[in-house]
Nanobody, 128 residues
Framework: QLQLVESGGGLVQPGGSLTLSCAAS????????IGWFRQAPGKEREGVSC????????KYADSVKGRFTIARDNAKNTVTLQMISLKPEDTAVYYC?????????????????????WGKGTLVTVSS
């Protein structure tokens, strides 16, 4: 009932683009910090990007900085992750997560600390 659902994953060629979406069901995202995370086969989950509740502040992992853009549309109750110049090493299952914003820093978001909700993930494969 209360959940996050990711969509938009798929197969893309290196250098290609893809936009992921995270939609909330059963609650409003306007009071939540949202993070995107990814986990490649055999690898630990890593933080990709986080955005505060208003969308005014963002953080990115160094590996995606300049290539990925996180944004939110609170009116549509969604958060997106626009990915360009994709590389094979971007291949992973991508997850979104949400945390009530009170006393919550984006630095903590980037490590997935204390998240209230997690989506089940969407697979992104970057391969020629």
């Amino acid at each position: 009932q209360l959940q996050l659902v990711e969509s938009g994953g798929g197969l893309v060629q290196p250098g290609g683009s893809l936009t992921l979406s995270c939609a909330a069901s059963g609650f409003s995202l306007d009071r939540y910090v949202i993070g995107w995370f990814r986990q490649a086969p055999g690898k630990e989950r890593e933080g990709v990007s986080c955005i505060n509740n208003s969308g005014s502040t963002t953080k990115y992992a160094d590996s995606v900085k300049g290539r990925f853009t996180i944004a939110r549309d609170n009116a549509k109750n969604t958060v997106t992750l626009q990915m360009i110049s994709l590389k094979p090493e971007d291949t992973a299952v991508y997850y979104c997560a949400a945390k009530v914003s009170t006393w919550y820093a984006l630095s903590r978001c980037m490590v997935g600390g204390g998240m209230d909700y997690w989506g089940k993930g969407t697979l992104v494969t970057v391969s020629s």
